[in-house]
């Protein structure tokens, strides 16, 4: 019987650097009841999260799924009942239409939760929240096989984008003394 693995695993077994099994460490991470996030947060900073697990990892350190598997189903209902609501009353109140893109259905649903006609401007660098949502919604469709799905890790990636705006200036900053230290040719 031939070795499922990765070719280059049995390579860096040979050469003394021992391997890791992604989908089966992942399993073991997931056999923990409740699922530790700090742990999986680590694990997906090392490794590449095998497809088959993707979303459902994204969910839960996204806090779209709770820690608690038995929960998960039921939360997951909940989740959607509340887009179908949205996608109902976007639909009843004209915000969209047949034609309209998926992404800015998802869109037009985003705002009626924030209770807001426009989409806002993100207060730290003052960018309209559409720019962020809408890419983000069209890699979504590409990556996730459930529209519930793409609008909660959707919702969930833009407020977290929406967070980080504060940060721009520091990091804009840091980058600049950055360049200058590393490249003074570059930085004038």
């Not at 730290?124 to 909660?152: G, H, M, Q, R």
Request: charged content about 30%.
């Amino acid at each position: 019987m031939t070795d499922e693995r990765n070719f280059r695993s049995s390579y860096y077994e040979k050469v003394g650097c021992r391997g890791v099994e992604e989908k089966k460490s992942l399993e073991i991470l997931m056999k923990e009841k409740p699922w530790d996030r700090v742990k999986l947060k680590q694990f997906c900073l090392r490794f590449t999260v095998p497809a088959a697990y993707r979303n459902l990892v994204w969910k839960v350190l996204l806090d779209i799924l709770p820690v608690y598997t038995d929960s998960h189903e039921y939360v997951m209902e909940q989740r959607t009942d509340q887009y179908n609501d949205l996608l109902y009353a976007a639909e009843m109140l004209d915000r969209v239409s047949k034609t309209t893109p998926r992404s800015e259905v998802l869109l037009a649903m985003w705002l009626l939760e924030l209770e807001e006609r426009k989409p806002p401007n993100f207060p730290d660098s003052n960018i309209c929240s559409a720019n962020t949502f809408i890419p983000i919604a069209n890699t979504l469709y590409k990556l996730c096989d459930s529209e519930v799905d793409v609008y909660w890790i959707c919702k969930r990636l833009t407020e977290i984008v929406k967070s980080m705006q504060k940060d721009l200036p520091k990091l804009r900053e840091a980058f600049q003394t950055m360049l200058e230290k590393e490249d003074a040719d570059l930085y004038k």
